[in-house]
Every structure is written in structure tokens, then in C-alpha cells.
């Protein structure tokens, strides 16, 4: 496929008919529950389980006490974790702060880990609402060649960073599993770890993905509200709920090392979504205990073209309290914050509950070549949302030496 700079926009007065009527009909769209064919549908009780405590949860029911007895607590239950949603934990949220940073000191040091991502190709055949690559909005589309996937990654490598994360635009006829596979064998020959964030597949293509390099998958599973994911998301593969939520076990049946999970919070319930991600990891850990398993936090970030999105009510504390409860009830599990987030918070939150953060961030296509070296691609294709932390590497690094805290680029040996 050729590099396209096309707007959506500029689409038959049909198809903007049937934007139209995906947005104002329900009827118009597809099952968000029905599997289309060529879907793999596993046999697992994970989603029940945790769409039934998620339904049930009421963060509203919990008291001082209840919050108190969790931090006083040494394991953290699933109960107590949901009195640390709650807002009745508001008023600990210093309390809970010096327990997550005990529990990431006792399990990860002062190790905090640095990546970057790269973004391949931005063509999405998804319609959903608040993300800028989605297929009707007014960008630049543009799926890179091998020979611009492997300069980018060259220019990434030699600034020092070891692991990076592969992202495409949901499209398998755009960004086939084939082309994605051959994006990892060129990773793996600059990066000593490598990881996907692309549309969810079957078991067997994630083990094809494996054998081209890949070592882990993250998924965002955007909301776990069912009812609101079918508003949010009208069109597409990613429409089908059920099968975006099984993603990572289908990976890990697939040989994938580790798995990444995370809700997009700021589109529906913050702590309802918070929960279900952590739940979602909790029972899925003790499916698989040999993998590696890791939280994302990121809030809704403004996107291209649309001036209209915001998260709904979530705030830095509410965000450092989710994460905070994370971490005490998921100890083990490595954290990961975004460039969303911007500098101050990013610098404050890896002292406390945060154990990886991206540097170098770019979400447009080949924009490396010129955050890196000064010359501008020829193929630039727009960006999926605006960063708040631009930071380079090496900046990155030093400020993380600054205060204490020991970067490490890579602690996977193969042998």
C-alpha cells in the first residue's frame, strides 16, 4: 500500500451517511457483544468474574474505617482494594502514598525502566470517538515502509534506549499480522526488548508475532463498561467487547511473555474502570503465574480535530490515588506512565508507585527522524493524541538519576 495523504473527510456523501447514522442509530450498528467470524473465542471465566465485581461494585458504600482497615491490612484484598478507590480514601491519599512507595521500594528498588514508542502506521478501521486515528477524522494517513520502520529504529537505538513498543492503527488490511511481524524482526535487531500495541489477533497469529520477536502485548481495553464501550466505539473489529477483552490471555496462550493492560480513564467511571483493569490482571496472574504483568494509567488526552475531548472527572489526585491502590494491591505488578501525564507528575509519581516511563515520545509517524536529527520524512502521518511530556532520553535519564532513582533500560538476558 502507498502512503496516503487523503483526508477522511474527503469520502462519497454515502459514507458520511452512514457516519451519520452510526452516531444517531444504535440500530445502525453491529452486536458490540457477537463475535465476528474469524474471531477465536476462548474458553475462560476471567470476564465474568470480573465484569460481575466491577456490576457490583458501589464505591460510595465505603467508610473512613473501611480505609483505614486496608492500609492497616499487610495483603490487600480485593475488598480493601475497592475501599482504596473509593472517595472515602480521598482524605488518605498521603497515608496511601507512603504505602505504595514502601511496597515499589520492598519489590523494584529504586529501578525505574525507560522505553519509547513507535507508531508504524496510523490507518484505523475503527470509529471511536475520542481517539484521533479513528476512520472518519481529518488526518494524514500513513503506513511506513520497512526500509522507514528500520531508519526510524536506527535512530532510536543509537540514542541509547533498548526497548521498544510497536504501534499501528487498527487496520489488518492496512497493517497486516505479516507486516507486523516483520516490523519485530527489525526491532529485535536494534532492541533487546520489544513489545506490541496493535489490534487484537488470535492465539496463533500472537505466536507467529512471538517467533518474529515480539516479547509482549499490551491491550487497551479503553472502558469495561460494556454499555458505554458499545457508545464509544460504533465501528469495527474493535466494537466486539468480548474479544477485545480476552486479548491478553489469548496472547499468553500464544507464548507471549508478559502482557499490559489498562481502561483509557476519563471516558465513563474512573474507579469502576480502575478495578476491572486491576481485576482483570488479579485473576489473570493466578491463571498464568509465569508471566510478567503490567498497569497502564493513562487519562484522556485531546486528540486532532476535535476540541471536544476531556476526561469526565478525573483529576492528578484521583489519579495518583488509583495508582497508589494499585500498588498496594498488586505489588508485584510493574506500572507504567505516559507522556499523557505531563513532567511534574511523572517525576513525583515513579517515587512512589510508577516503575516505567517512556521518553523520546512520539505519536504521529516518522517524527524521529526529525525529533532526533532535524530532518523531516517525507511520509509524516498525524498524530493519535497530543503528549503533555515531551522529554528526550537523555533528559529523561538524567532526571531520573537527579533524584535518585536508578534508569534501567533492560534486565532481560537470552540465552
Known amino acids: 500500500m502507498d502512503n496516503q495523504f487523503i483526508f477522511d473527510a474527503d469520502l462519497p456523501q454515502s459514507v458520511l451517511e452512514l457516519k451519520h447514522r452510526l452516531e444517531n442509530d444504535p440500530s445502525a450498528r453491529t452486536n458490540h457483544m457477537e463475535f465476528l467470524p474469524g474471531m477465536e473465542q476462548i474458553t475462560s471465566d476471567v470476564r465474568e468474574k470480573v465484569l460481575a465485581q466491577a456490576e457490583s461494585f458501589d464505591a460510595e458504600k465505603f467508610s473512613a474505617r473501611d480505609v483505614k482497615a486496608a492500609l492497616d491490612h499487610e495483603r490487600c484484598t480485593v475488598e480493601d482494594f475497592m475501599a482504596l478507590l473509593s472517595p ?65 529504529m536506527k535512530i532510536i537505538a543509537d540514542s541509547g534506549i ?68 458499545e457508545r464509544l466505539h460504533l465501528q469495527g473489529r474493535k466494537r466486539i467487547f468480548p474479544y477485545r477483552f480476552d486479548s491478553q490471555e489469548r496472547a499468553l496462550m500464544g507464548g507471549m511473555r508478559g502482557v499490559g493492560f489498562s481502561a483509557l480513564l476519563g471516558l465513563t467511571d474512573f474507579r469502576r474502570d480502575a478495578l476491572a483493569s486491576a481485576l482483570h490482571v488479579y485473576y489473570l496472574q493466578r491463571k498464568y503465574p509465569h508471566a510478567e504483568f503490567s498497569l497502564s494509567c493513562p487519562r484522556l488526552r485531546p486528540i486532532i480535530n476535535n476540541d471536544k475531548i476531556r476526561p469526565t472527572d478525573i483529576g492528578e489526585r484521583e489519579l495518583c490515588q488509583v495508582l497508589c491502590a494499585y500498588r498496594i494491591f498488586l505489588p508485584f505488578v510493574g506500572i507504567t506512565v505516559s507522556s499523557r501525564e505531563n513532567a511534574n507528575f511523572r517525576n513525583g509519581i515513579v517515587k512512589i508507585a510508577a516503575t516505567k516511563i517512556s521518553a523520546g515520545v512520539s505519536t504521529g509517524i516518522g517524527d524521529h527522524e526529525k525529533k532526533y536529527t532535524g530532518k523531516t520524512s517525507e511520509h509524516e502521518g498525524d498524530e493519535q493524541f497530543v503528549i503533555s511530556d515531551g522529554r528526550s532520553f537523555a533528559a529523561m535519564y538524567d532526571d531520573m538519576e537527579r533524584r535518585g532513582l536508578q534508569p534501567v533500560l533492560n534486565d532481560y538476558v537470552y540465552v
Open 162 to 229: 533498548e526497548e521498544i513498543l510497536i504501534l499501528t492503527g487498527e487496520s489488518p488490511t492496512a497493517s497486516s499480522v505479516e507486516y507486523i511481524g516483520e516490523a519485530c524482526k527489525l526491532a529485535r535487531k536494534y532492541f533487546r526488548m520489544v513489545g506490541l500495541e496493535v489490534y487484537p489477533v488470535n492465539v496463533d497469529e500472537y505466536r507467529y508475532l512471538h517467533e518474529c520477536g515480539a516479547d509482549y502485548v499490551t491491550v487497551f481495553q479503553e472502558t469495561y463498561d460494556a454499555a458505554a464501550y
Open 88 to 152: 472515602a480514601a480521598a482524605p488518605y491519599l498521603e497515608q496511601m502514598a507512603q504505602r505504595a512507595k514502601f511496597e515499589t521500594a520492598k519489590h523494584f528498588g529504586n529501578t525505574v525502566y525507560i522505553f519509547t514508542p513507535l507508531y508504524i502506521a496510523n490507518y484505523c478501521d475503527n470509529y471511536c470517538v475520542y481517539c484521533g486515528f479513528n476512520r472518519y477524522n481529518k488526518i494524514r494517513r500513513v503506513r511506513q515502509s520497512p526500509d522507514e520502520i528500520e531508519r526510524e
